[in-house]
């Protein structure tokens, strides 16, 4: 295939080409799409661009080896992205020992607040990042599946390996926490 012809080709009619018909070479037109979304969204969470370049190779690197398990359920992006979410937060439970249930019970929010109540319109890009950075790497992770990536409750379960009710619990718990951060940091009395 000519180069022109490889950037009108999906992802999947890629992978096609690489598993059935032993195109190796081809993964690197996908490395080359993929490679700076990847380290955008390493960088989100571990804030070190010359490890999230790092994570990035690595985590490519398992998706080529990991390839054959691709089953084509869902969107190449949204595979790759899970392999992301995971290794990224994997790396950030090692490095600072947070396990989900123990850091919520130990930064329980003391009042929480109604959501539908809560009046986020004045709420800037800069806040809402200083409020990310305030969370649990895991909530951060399923607020930005559910509203940047728009995944569904189903795909988020499966990215980060809990169940349906879990994602919903959890996302209700991470909204409230930034709106009751949001009040505590920002809103004026």
């Known amino acids: 295939m000519h180069k022109e012809q490889l950037k009108n080709t999906t992802d999947e009619q890629l992978i096609h080409l690489i598993i059935k018909e032993g195109k190796s070479e081809l993964f690197e037109v996908l490395y080359k799409r993929y490679?700076?979304?990847?380290?955008?969204k390493c960088y989100s969470f571990i804030k070190n661009k010359s490890?999230?370049?790092d994570f990035a190779t690595d985590i490519l690197a398992k998706a080529y080896e990991k390839l054959p398990g691709f089953k084509g359920n869902a969107l190449f992006s949204s595979w790759l992205y899970?392999?992301?979410?995971n290794y990224s937060i994997d790396y950030l439970r090692t490095k600072k020992r947070l396990h989900y249930p123990s850091?919520?019970?130990e930064n329980e929010i003391p009042?929480?607040?109604?959501e539908s109540e809560a009046d986020l319109q004045d709420l800037s890009y800069d806040?809402?990042?200083?409020?990310l950075e305030q969370i649990h790497p895991e909530e951060k992770a399923l607020l930005l599946m559910k509203y940047q990536d728009n995944l569904s409750g189903k795909q988020i379960a499966q990215t980060l390996r809990i169940s349906e009710d879990?994602?919903?619990?959890?996302l209700k718990r991470a909204r409230t926490r930034v709106i009751y951060l949001y009040k505590t940091m920002f809103e004026k009395d």
């Open 111 to 114: 009042d929480i607040p109604d």
């Open 127 to 131: 806040n809402l990042m200083k409020i």
């Open 35 to 40: 490679y700076l979304k990847v380290v955008d």
């Open 51 to 53: 490890m999230a370049e």
């Open 103 to 105: 850091w919520n019970a």
């Open 166 to 170: 879990a994602v919903k619990m959890r």
């Open 82 to 85: 899970a392999i992301t979410y």
